[in-house]
């Protein structure tokens, strides 16, 4: 691991303009950053600690919203009353990823960007455009079996691990941002970045960016969540495909639904094309096959992973079956 | 702990943590005669005595470790597993995978518990860190401890202390009662040796009593 310096920020102004410089990196639970600074994927110069700031706290807004500060640890998320009882799909999530151990460490801000577990960004000794731009994919002629199919490009097809990301996508949580240029606001579906030819950018920060707060707009009234997850092993697995349903349901036609995929994208990935074709129809299991087709629709399978293209079709049937039972 | 095997290691008594480690401060002199100079080996000095200076941009921070103050000058790299096993000699906290995946690692900080390899000594500035050290010892066993010792929750031993810890601060988390409940928690620790039929029955016989 390189050298850095270390600083530890006392408040949010202060650590924002300890992190201007270039090369310097937030550090909050530090499961991925220092997984990654051992590996030499990562290479800060300075690390400005904000596990003191005080971003800690969930709390209900009088609107109605629920907002979540970037420190706050997964696991302490996951069972917080108004997450479990308004906002089950996120405590599933989060309660299906890594392990105990590692629940209590990672927090909000740092899930967001979660990086990739393809194997050829984690060794520095491989091509990966996303690690050293240009320097090509040996994913994609490679062991690609956990790698995405939808949203890839040619330059870049990493997974995004995260669970919790995909219950945010479901929930249309917002990310609130503080930089140096102040404050601004923006929706998680704006937030991730596909590949594209610039695999590096995984989302739309600026140097010096600090996640503060995710927020969750009012619950939705009568809505069943669920958060389906498929893996090699019953737990501490990444997902081969995941699936998170809100659906509210009356007089048996689906009024409400949001379907976002894990996975299987390099992005949290949100189906508009599964909503539109569950929006008022009946909630049955043609209806939904026909949204897992469309979902799939635009998925480009590498090598050894066309097992998901099928495996995700499943997946997002069972769950909206399970979600509308 | 160390003092004790240092003194028995210097009466001739040696164990074998102390044999290992006096190996290693006997170094060049050990290879003519390990067993000899491992026996009269001078007590090795903590790292945590050095002066700052030697430990170049090294940064000082005070941690609570089972109970006990203690005043450190640590390189910022320096892992809250390393630290424990390097800078303050408790070596009943295992190095595993050092990436967050195997769970050997596992202690209590403010009673959760966290993988030790993947954070920074740094940042547990006046944090309270418990270690298997600080759980138990010979004679004056954690419940926890004398369950996995009556359920033969082990076979090499390895990822015991990290197992025991896990178990200990699952008994305050949210957990079922049934054995699965059990082993979703739990499976961030890894048993090479697959010992975890009698782990899940330790525990479970500490969560019945409790």
Known sequence: METFTYTRATGVPMAIEAAAQSQAKFIAGGTTLLDLMKLNVERPSQLVDINRLPLDQVEKLPDGRLRIGATVRNSDLAHHPAVESDYSVLSQALLSGASAQLRNMATTGGNLLQRTRCMYFRNEAMACNKRAPGSGCAAIEGDNRTLAILGTSKDCIATNPSDMNVALTALEATIHIQGARGERNVAI??????????????????PGDLITYVTLPAPKAGSKQIYLKLRDRASYEFALSSAAIVAVVSNGKLDFVRVALGGVATKPWRSLEAEKVLHGKAADEKVFREAAEAALHSAQPQSENGFKVQLAKRCITHALTLATA | MMSKNRRDASAGHFSRRSFLSSLGAAGVVATAGPMVAAAHAAPMAPVAEAPAETIEGAVPVSLRVNGKEL??????????LDCLRETVSLTGTKKGCDHGQCGACTVHVNGRRINSCLTLAVMHEGDEITTIEGLGQPGSL???????????GYQCGYCTSGQIMSAVALLKEKCGPSDADVKELMSGNICRCGAYPNIVAAIQEVRQQA
């Open chain 1, 189 to 206: 579906g704006d937030f991730f970045l596909v590949p594209g030819s610039t695999p590096q950018r995984e989302n739309v920060l600026e």
């Open chain 2, 71 to 80: 005043d450190l000058h640590i390189d910022p790299r320096t892992s809250l």
């Open chain 2, 142 to 152: 954690h419940p926890m401890q004398a369950s996995f010792v009556k359920h033969d």
